[in-house]
């Protein structure tokens, strides 16, 4: 009997997302196995009346083709999809979380599914880990803009989202000098300022801030008025969306609600309106928000992506279950997906990157 492996894509999109199905299902096809996509991260299996018997659907060559280069996931991904707190509504209206993570070990078998490769970030790949704990054999694939999961450099996404990020931060540029105006670029990032520090050096902001330094706001405004004092009469700040003041908390647009995480926004608005009133210059600001999630990977991203696919296909012929491929240059490897949600990776604020962005003038408000 050939192998039937199961895939699906959970959480945000990344650009990349793709690349690694089409890896996955060329890669199993050329060992002689099956790829069965989930639709929607688990929806295919727990919603199965809104796809009309679609909700899993054999993936064959032909389904994957034409396909690396483009954004977003041909499976569909949500964010509220968590089936260990998925969200009922009762008859009352209200809407209480229920475990229905049994009801897919059932239907891997009912479908006999040997596997599961779950294509995602934190988020996903605890869910991936809960139900391995509950028997399923599963492998997971690194996958967010964010850049913040452990135990692998890198994931594929992220840096299409800094190239976003940079080219917005260049635009930016011309129209704040020739207007004399500081500009509040907002990026991506709740727990991790990767790409605010990538994005921001790359594109030489004056200021970033990201969440593992804490800001305080009359250095962010001292090192813009230096700058117009210095006759450079306008400034681009770089703030993660999770970037927040010494003792503070970071900004949000939303309150945590059933399945769902509280949504960040806000601080380049929060920013911008002080810097005008501190500082007395002309301030605006920017939310570059999904915008970093969208559109073609870059050509690192794919081949990350592509990378990771084959590579848990490799897993899938050695049984090492249980474990997340993860990119450790020069090689993609296996590790325990315990070890990589042990702990977030953070940015290191002693690192290099770090080190070259003050030894340059960037200044994190600190
Ligand atoms: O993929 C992670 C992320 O990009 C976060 O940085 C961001 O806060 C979040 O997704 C937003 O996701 P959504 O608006 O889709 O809930």
């Known amino acids: 009997m050939p192998m039937r492996i199961a895939i699906n894509t959970g959480g945000g999109d990344a650009p990349g997302l793709n690349a690694v199905i089409r ?3 060329l890669a199993a096809i ?7 996509g989930i639709r929607d991260g688990f929806g295919g299996i727990l919603d199965p009346e809104k796809y009309n018997g679609q909700g899993v659907v054999r993936l064959t060559a032909e389904s994957v083709k034409g396909i690396t280069h483009v954004g977003g996931t041909i499976l569909g991904t949500s964010n509220r999809g968590n089936p260990m707190r998925w969200p009922q509504r009762q008859p009352d209206g209200t809407i209480v979380e229920v475990d229905r993570s049994d009801e897919i070990i059932k239907a891997f078998r009912r479908l006999k599914l040997d596997c599961l490769i779950a294509i995602g970030g934190d988020g996903s790949l605890s869910i991936a880990r809960h139900l391995r704990d509950k028997g399923l054999q599963v492998i997971g694939i690194p996958k967010t803009i964010d850049n913040d999961l452990g135990s692998t450099l890198m994931t594929f996404g992220f840096l299409t989202a800094v190239e976003t990020a940079t080219d917005a931060i260049d635009k930016l540029h011309s129209t704040a000098e020739a207007h004399k105006r500081t500009f509040v670029v907002e990026v991506m990032g709740r727990h991790a300022g990767w790409i605010a520090l990538f994005s921001g050096v790359a594109g030489t902001a004056d200021v970033i801030l990201i969440p593992e330094i804490p800001y305080r706001i009359e250095k962010v405004v001292a090192k813009i008025r230096e700058r117009y004092e210095r006759g450079r009469e306008f400034a681009i700040v770089v703030a993660a969306e999770g970037a927040k003041p ?6 949000f647009v939303e309150a945590a609600r059933p399945g769902q995480e509280a949504r960040y926004g806000g601080i380049a608005e929060k920013l911008a309106r002080q ?4 500082c007395g210059v002309e301030t605006r600001s920017l939310v570059l928000g999904h915008l970093q999630r969208g559109g073609q990977p870059i050509s690192y991203d794919r ?5 990771f696919g084959a590579a848990a296909i490799e897993l899938v012929k050695r049984g090492d279950f249980g474990s997340m491929v993860s990119l450790d240059p020069p090689d993609v490897r296996a590790v325990p997906l315990g070890e990589a949600l042990a702990r977030p990776k953070l940015v290191d604020v002693n690192g290099d990157v770090v080190r070259t962005a003050r030894a340059i003038g960037i200044s994190f408000g600190d």
Do not use: F, T
Not at 30 to 36: A, H, L, P, T
């Open 23 to 25: 890896a996955v299902v």
């Open 30 to 36: 050329n060992e002689g196995w099956e790829v069965y």
């Open 246 to 251: 010494v003792g503070g908390e970071p900004s």
């Open 275 to 278: 810097i005008a009133e501190m």
């Open 303 to 307: 081949l990350l992506a592509l990378r």
